[in-house]
């Protein structure tokens, strides 16, 4: 991978870990926070991003009034994971993902807990370090599904609800970790078999969408379409061989209001 990206990744992570009783804000949204952790991390991003790349654009989760053009962007979670780390239960990650023409071509999430750089270009693979990663083969009735419950949006939570109690007797289990791209990491890895959240914003899936890809996944939203990276969406990850097969479930499931 780029080694700028994966030193202001590592030094962006340091900084984050300085913070060891980070003072916490309400965002508004139902247990929506933000602390001057992330604050920090995305600021430090910001400018060594900027740097390492005269002329990128930035499209950031702490961030108002920014848009997502068409020449280069990165879309920034600088904390993904944000109630894990307040309550100190050491899983989230910062992740960095870079959009042309609206598409991700690289992206980089580094878990600091864990040291574990997941890093990816479009057309030449995904990794974790220098190992190559592939997604499961697991068919439907043995997967593993990664779970996000939408927490910031009450409206989804009957939804979220119901899809838990549907699915379930057509899989093994759920998992949740409370970071939609460590979540996304597992199904790039092959430790899980899919994951879905009614709704996402790009800064959670931009860079793990295309570790997934790269992994040989699938990405989608769950009702029908691609992924886009301009604004929130119902984001669906898979392995190829149950991709159509959990997607149609979900559908169904939301069709049963
Ligand atoms: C959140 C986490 C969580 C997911 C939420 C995300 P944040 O990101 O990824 O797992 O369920 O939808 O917003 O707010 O901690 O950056
Ligand atoms: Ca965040």
Redesign the pocket.
Same mark, same amino acid.
């Given at each position: 991978m780029d080694k700028a990206l994966d030193g202001i990744l590592r030094r962006a992570a340091r900084l984050m870990l300085d913070f060891e009783n980070p003072q916490v804000f309400a965002k508004g949204g139902h247990a929506?926070f933000v602390t001057e952790a992330d604050v920090a991390v995305q600021a430090f991003l910001l400018e060594e991003l900027a740097r390492a790349y005269p002329g990128a654009a930035f499209f950031a989760?702490e961030a108002e009034g920014q848009t997502l053009g068409d020449g280069l962007t990165f879309i920034i979670?600088p904390?993904?994971?944000?109630?894990n780390f307040f309550r100190r239960r050491r899983c989230s990650a910062i992740s960095v993902g870079a959009v042309e023409g609206k598409m991700p071509v690289f992206g980089a999430i580094y878990d600091p807990y864990r040291d574990e750089m997941y890093h990816a270009e479009r057309g030449r693979g995904a990794y974790c370090g220098d190992v190559r990663l592939h997604v499961s083969d697991t068919p439907m009735e043995k997967a593993v599904i990664g779970l /996000? =419950? #939408?927490?910031?949006y009450s409206e989804l939570f009957e939804l979220t609800g119901r899809t838990v109690g549907r699915l379930l007797p057509q899989i093994a289990d759920f998992r949740r970790? /409370? =970071? #939609?791209?460590i979540?996304l990491c597992d199904v790039a890895a092959g430790r899980s078999d899919g994951h879905f959240?009614w709704r996402?914003?790009p800064w959670?899936y931009c860079a793990a969408t295309l570790i997934v890809e790269e992994a040989g996944g699938r990405c989608g939203s769950i009702l029908g379409g691609e992924v886009v990276y301009d604004r929130a969406m119902p984001h669906l990850a898979a392995n190829a061989r149950i991709f159509d097969q959990l997607q149609m479930a979900l559908q169904e499931i939301e069709r049963q209001q």
């Open positions: 929506d989760e979670d904390i993904d994971g944000t109630t /996000g =419950s #939408a927490p910031y970790t /409370g =970071s #939609a791209c979540d959240e996402l914003q959670d």
